[in-house]
């Protein structure tokens, strides 16, 4: 028996439940999860969605999601069902949430770790304008 191995059993007989969450999270690589995300988002009618691969410019992520949404409370709606078919579902939880407790800032932000979640109101993206600061990074997927 591999080291590898007696440590994955020993985990599994003191913290089953750590062992369960390790694993699925070990096999769901970013991509799998940006487009994951992106669908949930495309469901709960965000628009102008951009999913921008931009691990050649930085190594703070690999994704972003930058999508526009109506108001605050679409934005906590797409809050909510990530919560549900990802942390719930898959747990998969995000490392931080910006933004939804500001009203009125425009801008939500969700960081998933190595994929972040940027829903803007249009004047807001208008106002910063990620893909321009961004422009270098592939665009892998735009729904409009």
Request: charged fraction near 30%; hydrophobic fraction near 40%.
């Amino acid at each position: 028996m591999s080291v590898r191995d007696f440590c994955a059993r020993l985990k599994s007989q003191l913290y089953p439940d750590f062992t369960v969450r390790f694993h699925r999270r070990l096999f769901l690589d970013s991509n799998t999860l940006a487009r994951q995300i992106v669908d949930i988002v495309e469901e709960k009618q965000a628009s102008d969605i951009v999913l921008l691969d931009v691990r050649e410019q930085t190594s703070i992520a690999d994704y972003f999601i930058i999508a526009t949404i109506d108001n605050e409370r679409q934005g906590r709606a797409i809050q909510d069902d990530l919560r549900e078919k990802l942390q719930i579902e898959q747990n998969i939880r995000p490392l931080n949430i910006n933004g939804l407790e500001d009203a009125g800032s425009g801008w939500v932000l969700l960081d998933y770790g190595d994929v972040i979640v940027h829903l803007f109101s249009e004047e807001m993206r208008h106002h910063y304008r990620l893909e321009e600061l961004w422009s270098k990074a592939n665009v892998v997927l735009k729904v409009l």
